[in-house]
Each structure stands twice: as structure tokens, then as C-alpha cells.
């Protein structure tokens, strides 16, 4: 994992929180989960998935035009050893849908899907941009989203039969409110049962 300033947030059953702003350039994590809209929506928030398509010289676009990724609710890719400049290991892209807004259990579900891929590959480091990383969350939505994201994990940690290994979870926070966010987070992984 690369040195992004992560502040540790809590544990559950091997799997460690913490929150940072993401460079989704520079995270060496073991997988990095990335939310990518149907669309672009114009004037909107642009984020992780841009920036990574702009790195690749415009695959995910590609992608998304040609049919193979469309971004569409729940759909997902997972690209091995991406090219440089990718530093991550795995890089898994989970479609938003046309937006997020206003749907935090939307975002927790994303979420769990992204910890269920992350404990079936073993992952010892991930970095998570999910959500708000992809468009702008009015300020109502935030700590209803993160608490979703984070019970979402803590969800599909419980169902896997066995204890997870070591695992470092990191939530971007690069949103605009990044003390809500993880106070939020905070408290969902503090009263999780």
C-alpha cells in the first residue's frame, strides 16, 4: 500500500478501516475498487474512474461504448496487472448505475460486493473509491452513505464461514466532507453487532 496519510478507523474480524485520500495512480494496494457511472454526466464531479481513464488513454470509455462495461448497476471487471501508470495490483471496476445520489443502500451494497471480490482474492491491502468518488453526494447523504458503505463490508465479512485474513480496508475520503465521512464510518463499525 502506498503512504497516502491513512488514520486507522477500527477492526473487525481481520480486517482493519482506515480512511485517506486515494491517488488512484499511486495506490500499490493488492486491489484497488474503483465505481464507474453508465455515463459521464456533464459539469459532474469527476473522479477515480476518470482519472483512469485518462492514464489508459481512454479504455474504460472504450469499454463502456463497445458494450463490455457499461457501467450499469453491479457490474463488474476486474483487471489484472493493469499498465503502468497503475500501481495497483488488481484493479476491479463496479458500475454505479446512472447515479448514486440519493440512494445510500446502493452504495453499501456496491461496497459489499467489493469486500466479497476482496476476501475471495485474498487481498492483504485495498483501497476503495466507491460512491462520492464518482459524483457529488449532497451534504444530507453523507453519513447516511457512509454508514451504508461500511455495513456493507461488515456484512460480507460476516458471511464468509471463516475468518477473513489479515486485511487492510482503506475508504477514500476524497468528497468534500471528509470529517463527517469518517465519523460515519467510525460509528457504523463501532455499534456493528
Same mark, same amino acid.
Given at each position: 500500500m /502506498?503512504? *497516502?496519510? /491513512?488514520?486507522?478507523?477500527?477492526?473487525? *474480524?481481520?480486517? /482493519?478501516?482506515?480512511? %485517506?485520500?486515494?491517488?488512484?495512480?499511486?495506490?500499490?494496494?493488492? +486491489? +484497488?475498487?474503483?465505481? $464507474? +457511472?453508465?455515463?459521464?454526466?456533464?459539469? %459532474?464531479?469527476?473522479?477515480?474512474?476518470?482519472?483512469?481513464?485518462?492514464?489508459l488513454h481512454g479504455t474504460l470509455s472504450r469499454l463502456r461504448e463497445g458494450g463490455i462495461f457499461t457501467g450499469g448497476f453491479g457490474e463488474t471487471l476486474m483487471l489484472t496487472r493493469p499498465p503502468a501508470p497503475i500501481r495497483a495490483a488488481t484493479l476491479m471496476l463496479i458500475g454505479m448505475g446512472a447515479s448514486l445520489t440519493g440512494d445510500p443502500e446502493a452504495a453499501g451494497a456496491l461496497t459489499g460486493l467489493a469486500m466479497q471480490a476482496a476476501l475471495r482474492i485474498g487481498a492483504a491491502s485495498v483501497g476503495c473509491l466507491l460512491g462520492w468518488s464518482e459524483c457529488d453526494l449532497p451534504p444530507? +447523504?453523507?453519513?447516511? /452513505?457512509?454508514?451504508? $458503505? $461500511?455495513?456493507?463490508?461488515l456484512a460480507a465479512i460476516d458471511a464468509q464461514e471463516q475468518q477473513a485474513a489479515a486485511m487492510a480496508w482503506t475508504f477514500n475520503i476524497r468528497n468534500g466532507a471528509a470529517a463527517r465521512t469518517t465519523a460515519a464510518l467510525r460509528d457504523a463499525l463501532a455499534v456493528w453487532p
Open positions: /502506498s503512504n *497516502r496519510g /491513512s488514520l486507522p478507523i477500527g477492526a473487525w *474480524r481481520g480486517v /482493519s478501516f482506515a480512511v %485517506a485520500q486515494i491517488d488512484v495512480l499511486r495506490a500499490a494496494d493488492d +486491489l +484497488l475498487v474503483v465505481g $464507474m +457511472l453508465e455515463k459521464d454526466v456533464a459539469g %459532474a464531479h469527476r473522479g477515480g474512474a476518470d482519472a483512469i481513464d485518462h492514464a444530507p +447523504l453523507v453519513a447516511p /452513505s457512509a454508514t451504508a $458503505m $461500511m455495513r456493507g463490508a
